[in-house]
């Protein structure tokens, strides 16, 4: 069943953003409908969804982390290259895959799983088993490399493990730790990911390149402020 107050606020918020696509768009009409399309697939795909029980997501939660482990360890061994990354997965005439969209909501899934056969509060052990669970994908898509994926899935595995009952004296030992081995990762990192990083805290830096869409977001505010320019009027897009 879907939550009708969800359901009508989502679609409050689809229609809103067509109508910012639009304006922003300088009233580009085929990118409207495309957007509008993926809209609609979601939605279908949300109804099927919505129809499974959450006991089949349980089954086959530990079933598809393992799968989309094992596709990251075939990226690894065996992976398409581009644009110096190796992150994708080669179907021979039909198509490639990236492993790593998969861990998205694999990872988010398995540590639910995990810990729904934990008792409460977590002993020290089943936080350490999740935390080797979140860490080995997001390792190996940080080997690809790619930072930003790496974050995103041990995020999505992490805020479970945090809703679970992680207790706070912990999270602030891990931010302790974090914070101590950040200057140490700091050299691990490509130059790209260093410059992207610096370029957060200072895109004049580079204000024709990295630093380009946070300029152009800052412009945006200081033009628009509060209440925008109005429909069809925006500069910044």
């Known amino acids: 069943r879907l939550d009708p107050t969800l359901t009508t606020l989502l679609a409050i918020a689809a229609s809103l953003g ?30 099927v969804f919505a129809r499974i029980p959450p006991t089949t ?17 075939g990226v690894a061994l065996f992976g ?3 644009m110096g990354a190796q992150r ?26 995990f810990l729904s056969h934990r008792p409460q509060p977590l002993r020290g052990t089943d936080i350490i088993a999740s935390l080797l669970l ?35 004296k912990l999270m602030g030992i891990m931010a302790g730790a974090f914070a101590a081995i950040a200057p140490v990762a700091w050299h691990f990192l490509h130059n790209y990911q260093q410059r992207r990083i610096l370029t957060l805290f200072n895109p004049e830096s580079d204000p024709l390149g990295n630093g380009w869409n946070i300029i152009q977001s800052k412009t945006a505010i200081g033009s628009g402020g ?7 009027d925006g500069s910044q897009s």
């Open 18 to 47: 067509l109508i910012a696509l639009y304006s922003a768009s300088g009233a580009d009409v085929d990118m409207t409908l495309k957007q509008a399309s993926s809209f609609m697939i979601g939605i279908v795909v949300m109804l």
């Open 57 to 73: 997501y349980a089954y086959i939660s530990p079933w598809f982390y393992g799968f989309g482990v094992l596709l990251l360890v």
């Open 80 to 82: 398409e290259v581009r």
């Open 88 to 113: 994708w997965l080669s179907i021979p005439g039909v198509t490639s895959v990236q492993p790593s969209e998969f861990l998205k909501l694999a990872m988010p899934m398995m540590v639910a799983w």
């Open 134 to 168: 979140i860490l080995l994908p997001a390792a190996l898509i940080a080997e690809q490399p790619d930072l930003g994926t790496s974050i995103l899935v041990f995020a999505s595995g992490f805020f479970v493990l945090f809703l679970a009952g992680l207790p706070w």
């Open 226 to 232: 509060l209440f925008g320019k109005g429909w069809m």
